[in-house]
């Protein structure tokens, strides 16, 4: 049996600011690139882990499967209603969500399974030590932000967290060649940056009521240079051809975060400040 868990949290972020934590507006604005880029890229997954699900021929493989899928699934859903939000507030953001999708609908159509399966397995693998440097260092990045946006954010990266090697052990199971998907390995990372490019400089056009710089300071200006260090170097490791997904170094947030969840804190506001109410005129 998978040991994944698949949560419907309530994440109100109807009323979030494009801006969502003033103390540090270049991570407000890489949060919001994830959100955008997420909601193509988990829908993305999901169509292929439909696709591989009639090739596995390993229960616990299926398992693994049909729950990390689940997750994924709620990650969109949720990332959209933030999307949506800031859609609502600057509507030529439409375009950006819908250039992210089609982008992906052309990756769908352009290439086999086993090409969308080393995408999957190996950006999913990139995500550990990634969000690890960010839950590491949550105090500085989320405390000050919206409550929900930043609980929205740190949900997702332990879940991330969580189900870790799955995409992995997917691409394993139904493909298994590490030299296929490391020889791939630059395309899909090329795919991924040029569409957080693309985020980056459509936002730049469209939101333009933002403090200065925050389109070009370093989100992670105030962590320590070795961790984002750390980081790059576990973000190269994780492609390499004996990469181990699962025993990796863990936040150890991850637990804590688990532990609120069992017993059944409110994780919607579990870090950041609760927002005034917003006022209609
Ligand atoms: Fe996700
Ligand atoms: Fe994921």
């Known amino acids: 049996m998978s040991n994944l868990v698949v949560r419907q949290i309530d994440f109100d972020v109807d009323h979030a600011r494009f801006i969502w934590n003033p103390d540090n507006p270049s991570f407000s604005v890489l949060m919001n690139q994830i959100t955008f880029f997420v909601v193509g890229f988990e829908k993305y997954m999901c169509r292929v882990m439909r696709d591989a699900e009639a090739l596995i021929t390993d229960p616990a493989v299926m398992d693994e499967a049909v729950a990390f899928r689940k997750q994924e699934a709620i990650h969109a859903q949720k990332h959209l209603r933030h999307a949506r939000a800031l859609i609502a507030q600057y509507?030529?953001?439409?375009?950006?969500?819908?250039?992210?999708?089609?982008?992906?609908?052309?990756?769908?159509?352009?290439?086999?399974?086993?090409?969308?399966?080393?995408?999957?397995?190996?950006?999913?693998?990139?995500?550990?030590?990634?969000?690890?440097?960010?839950?590491?260092?949550?105090?500085?990045?989320?405390?000050?932000?919206?409550?929900?946006?930043?609980?929205?954010?740190?949900?997702?990266?332990?879940?991330?967290?969580?189900?870790?090697?799955s995409a992995y052990d997917v691409y394993n199971h139904v493909v298994g060649s590490h030299w296929y998907r490391i020889r791939h390995t630059g395309t899909f990372q090329k795919h991924t940056r040029d569409l957080f490019d693309m985020i980056k400089l459509e936002f730049a056009a469209y939101v333009?009521?933002?403090?200065?710089?925050a389109y070009s300071d370093n989100p992670?200006?105030?962590?320590?240079?070795?961790?984002?260090?750390?980081?790059?170097l576990g973000v190269l490791a994780s492609q390499l051809p004996w990469h181990d997904s699962v025993n990796q170094p863990l936040p150890a947030y991850y637990s804590e975060w688990l532990g609120h969840w069992q017993a059944g804190t409110d994780v919607?506001?579990?870090?950041g400040k609760p927002q005034p109410p917003v006022l209609s005129d």
């Not at 919607?268 to 870090?271: A, D, G, K, L, P």
């Open 220 to 232: 992670f200006a105030r962590i320590p240079v070795l961790a984002q260090v750390k980081s790059a």
């Open 91 to 165: 509507p030529a953001l439409q375009n950006v969500l819908d250039n992210v999708l089609e982008s992906y609908e052309a990756v769908y159509a352009a290439h086999p399974l086993e090409y969308h399966l080393a995408y999957a397995g190996g950006l999913e693998a990139i995500f550990t030590p990634f969000f690890k440097m960010i839950l590491d260092h949550r105090a500085v990045l989320f405390q000050s932000g919206d409550a929900q946006v930043a609980s929205l954010f740190i949900w997702h990266f332990c879940e991330e967290i969580e189900h870790r090697s």
């Open 268 to 271: 919607s506001q579990i870090i």
């Open 208 to 213: 333009q009521d933002v403090p200065a710089n």
